[in-house]
């Protein structure tokens, strides 16, 4: 009984080692395979977030450009001022009386 036992783990020894090259084909081809597999993962992971980073950059682009376009120009503002008319309290140059609060610097000197 002991020789049988001995001649079948023999058996399987000689077919494991028979197959050991395929072993090592079929270990590396999984390998290569699951290297593949998480790189392209990762590949996409990293694109999804810089394209989220951009677009999130862009969206700040676009609304200031949006800001911009619906901002009147110069010439409109001046444009529909004039139609108004000038105003009792409107500003034209010089000095400008002030009753605002004083500051310490003015309590200071005055």
């Known amino acids: 009984m002991s020789s049988l036992v ?22 590396r081809a999984t390998f290569e395979e699951g290297y593949q597999a998480g790189f392209e993962a990762g590949r996409r992971a ?9 677009r999130a950059a862009w969206a700040k682009v676009a609304e200031q450009v949006r800001r911009t376009a619906n901002t009147l120009t110069y010439d409109e503002l001046a444009r529909r001022r004039a139609a108004t008319g000038p105003w009792e309290d409107e500003y034209r140059g010089g000095p400008v009386e ?13």
Not at 46 to 54: F, V
């Open 6 to 27: 001995d001649r079948r783990h023999l058996l399987v020894a000689a077919q494991l080692l028979d197959d050991l090259d395929g072993q090592r084909r079929r270990e």
């Open 46 to 54: 990293g694109a999804e977030a810089a394209e989220e980073e951009m």
């Open 98 to 110: 002030w009753e605002g609060p004083r500051t310490a610097r003015a309590e200071a000197t005055g």
